[in-house]
Structure formats: structure tokens, C-alpha cells
């Protein structure tokens, strides 16, 4: 198999060829350009969404077997061999998945991956001959942009919405706690039952996974970028969860005193302090102790742990790295090698 190798974004027509595309309708000389590239987008894609039914074991009866539907949500093929991409909190915990094509054909399927810090999940039928979505890329995307959401909310199959990019660039913080970047806000309108789904543009290319809005306003949704979702996807499917990397800490963010910052002539004036050291772990071995200050890793500079595990990726496993604390009156360099996360996050405890 070679995963993601169909992920590309070679397409080079423009949206004026998109419309020119769109044929036959009776009343096609009617219909605006905007109205033409909604529909070019959504029938390019809507063979490839699915909708996730899941099951979980009810423990209230007797049978070890006895399942109930728990919940569902919607996501789409991103292979012919019948990998989809949805979002992790759509099938984190799920004792059975059952997926409904666009034609009415339900498929079991399994789960291959998921990583709660992206919110983003592979799963998989076992069968071959899919119609997979064409993946685009999210950088390329501008304020204003057309985009359309395709996803099943509320159960309703297959339900289309569109809208603009919104903004670009956002953060958004997990249901594990880590902070998500590059997120896309649109207002293309999205409800419960359509996370996982893809966010497409004009040209039928899936540009972000749509993963949540804000239930208390209006037009304000939410998707992680497709850039992030490949490379996420890549590393579910050959570990199954995604690699990091940790430095083996417990830490607060701080605010720096006015004199610290001048004294160290320092760039920013948040820090992290450190306020335990796992034993034995990266940390210790480098030196670092409870009340160090950590202000830099790698020459990137860290006001937080946001900032510091957007650095520790798994490109640092096992890579000898610089780590600048300061300590008392003193500004140190410490050389760290951070180590695999042991973390699984298809555990629950």
C-alpha cells in the first residue's frame, strides 16, 4: 500500500472553467456562477462523504453483547481501498461503526487511528472501489473564498451548506487540552452530526475537516486544515496514533518580572515554570530542576506550553536539542533529547 500517494493538488483549471463543467440543467442559462459552483463542488464530492453511525455496549443489561447507537457524525473516503478521515471525538470510544454510502450501501467498519490533540480520526472499510475525495491544499486558501460544507447533520444525509472563509489562521483548543492551529473559520452553516465531514472549494478539492462551531453564535464554524489532516492521517495509518515528543515536565505558565526580562535582555516576558520533573525522564538527564524557567527550545522562543508542544514534534525523538531555563540569576543552555511520548490516545485511562 502507499498511503496518501493520490493526495495532490495538481488540478489547474480555474472557477470559470469549474462552471463551464456544469452540464446539462434546463434552466443552466439561469443560474448565476456562484449557484454553478456550489453544485460542480457538492456532486464532485458527495459520492465520497459517508455518514459514521456508533455503537457502544449498553451496560445496563446483562448481555456482554448488547449494543445501542450512541451517536453519529459524517466523513468522507480519502482512498479507493476504503480509508475515511473524520474527526476523533466523532468515534473515540465507539464498540461498532457503521458507515452509509451516498448510494444507501452501510459498510462495517474499524477503527485504524485517532489523535484527540488534532481531533482527527482514520478509519476504514474493508473493501475495495471507493470513489475517494480529491484532496487540496489549505495554504493556498484566501479570506472570502468560496467554500462548500457537505455532512450529515442531524441525521440528514448528505445535507449541503455554503458559505466564505471567514478567517484564516485561527487556534483552537482541543478536547484534550492541546491547541490546534491553522484552523479555518467559515460560515458555511454546520450542526451536530457534521463533524468529520470535508470542507471543499469551487474546484471539488477537500480543503479542511470541519470539527466544530460555537453553539451560542451565529456563522461562526470551525475546520482543521487538510495540510494538517495529511500529515495526521499518514502517521495513523502507519503507528496508528500520531508520534511526539516530550521532555518529561509539569509546568505553569508565568509571567516574567519586569527585571528578568531586562536583565536577560530577553525577547518575550512570558515563560514556563517548571514545577515537577518526571524521574529519569528527558528533563532530568539534562539538568533541568523544580523552579527553572523555561524561555527557549531549538532558538524558537516558548511563552507556554502551547508554544513548546507546537515544538516538540516527531521530528525531535532522539534528537539532541537546546533548551535555555533560567534559574535563579542565571541564564543557562541545557542540551535535551527529548524522547517518544508514551501517551496512547485510544486509551481511555
Do not use: W
Not at 112 to 134: C, K, T
Not at 180 to 209: C, F, K, R
Not at 230 to 247: D, E, H, N, P
Amino acid at each position: 500500500m502507499k498511503p496518501l500517494s493520490f493526495i495532490s493538488n495538481e488540478d489547474p483549471r480555474t472557477s470559470s472553467e469549474v462552471v463551464k463543467k456544469i452540464q446539462p440543467y434546463p434552466n443552466e442559462g439561469l443560474m448565476d456562477p456562484y449557484s454553478q459552483a456550489v453544485i460542480y463542488a457538492s456532486e464532485k464530492v458527495s459520492p465520497s462523504v459517508v455518514n459514521i453511525d456508533l455503537f457502544q455496549r449498553d451496560r445496563r443489561r446483562e448481555s456482554p453483547d448488547s449494543l445501542h447507537k450512541a451517536g453519529s457524525g459524517s466523513g468522507f473516503l480519502f482512498t479507493p481501498d476504503g480509508f475515511i478521515l473524520t474527526n476523533s471525538h466523532v468515534v473515540h470510544g465507539a464498540r461498532e461503526m457503521e458507515v452509509t454510502l451516498l448510494d444507501g450501501q452501510a459498510h462495517q467498519a474499524r477503527l485504524i487511528g485517532e489523535d484527540p490533540d488534532s481531533d482527527l480520526a482514520v478509519i476504514r472499510m474493508d473493501n475495495n472501489g471507493f470513489q475517494p475525495a480529491v484532496l487540496g491544499a489549505s495554504q493556498s486558501l484566501r479570506v472570502g473564498q468560496l467554500v462548500v460544507a457537505i455532512g450529515s447533520p442531524l441525521g440528514f444525509q448528505t445535507t449541503v451548506t455554503a458559505g466564505v472563509v471567514s478567517a484564516l489562521g485561527r487556534s483552537l483548543r482541543s478536547r484534550s487540552g492541546r491547541l490546534i492551529d491553522n484552523i479555518i473559520q467559515t460560515d458555511a452553516a454546520l450542526n451536530p452530526g457534521n463533524s468529520g465531514g470535508p470542507l471543499v472549494n469551487s474546484l471539488g478539492e477537500v480543503v479542511g475537516v470541519n470539527t466544530a462551531t460555537i453553539l451560542s453564535a451565529q456563522g461562526l464554524c470551525f475546520s482543521i486544515a487538510i495540510d494538517t489532516a495529511k500529515r495526521v492521517a499518514m502517521q495513523l495509518m502507519k503507528y496508528g496514533k500520531v508520534r511526539r515528543s516530550f521532555i518529561g515536565i509539569g509546568g505553569q505558565n508565568i509571567d516574567l518580572p519586569r527585571k528578568f526580562v531586562r536583565h536577560f535582555k530577553l525577547a518575550i516576558e512570558k515563560g514556563i515554570m517548571v514545577l515537577a520533573v518526571e524521574k529519569g525522564g528527558p528533563a532530568e538527564k539534562a539538568g533541568v530542576r523544580e523552579g527553572d524557567v523555561i524561555v527557549g527550545f531549538e532558538s524558537e522562543t516558548v511563552e507556554g506550553m502551547d508554544d513548546l508542544h507546537r515544538l516538540l514534534t516527531d521530528g525531535q525523538v532522539g534528537v539532541e536539542s537546546g533548551l535555555e531555563v533560567i534559574r535563579r540569576s542565571e541564564k543557562l543552555f541545557l542540551k535535551i533529547t527529548p524522547g517518544e511520548s508514551r501517551k496512547n490516545p485510544q486509551e481511555n485511562e
